[in-house]
């Protein structure tokens, strides 16, 4: 099982008023130097096949038709490898045991 990461973004000639808000926000927060802030959305899909050129090219359809407006936004696809289900758990329990 792998993992496939579709990271939205608007693009750069796009207006940002989140992202701008944010960098507002940060010097009045004590976080000081940063010059700019943009915001974008993550879609993580768990893919049961194995990731080839034909399921990339579904993926890139699907992210093209249906997670990004291409109009204002680009898209990049990620493939990582999944986590297996014991690194999985064993996470949790490193994570509840704090």
Do not use: C, W, Y
Not at 7 to 32: C, H, N, S, T, Y
Not at 52 to 78: G, Q, S
């Amino acid at each position: 099982m792998a993992r496939v990461v579709v990271d939205v973004m608007l693009k750069p000639e796009i207006l940002d008023p989140q992202g701008q808000a944010v960098q507002r926000a940060l010097p009045r927060l004590g976080f000081e130097g940063i010059a700019d802030v943009r915001q974008g959305k993550r879609f993580e899909l768990e893919v049961a096949e194995p990731v080839d050129e034909a399921a990339l090219a579904r993926i890139h359809e699907m992210a093209e038709t249906f997670l990004a407006n291409t109009v204002i936004e680009d898209f990049v696809i990620k493939v990582e490898e999944s986590k297996t289900e014991e690194s999985k758990a064993e996470e949790f329990q490193a994570e509840e045991s704090k």
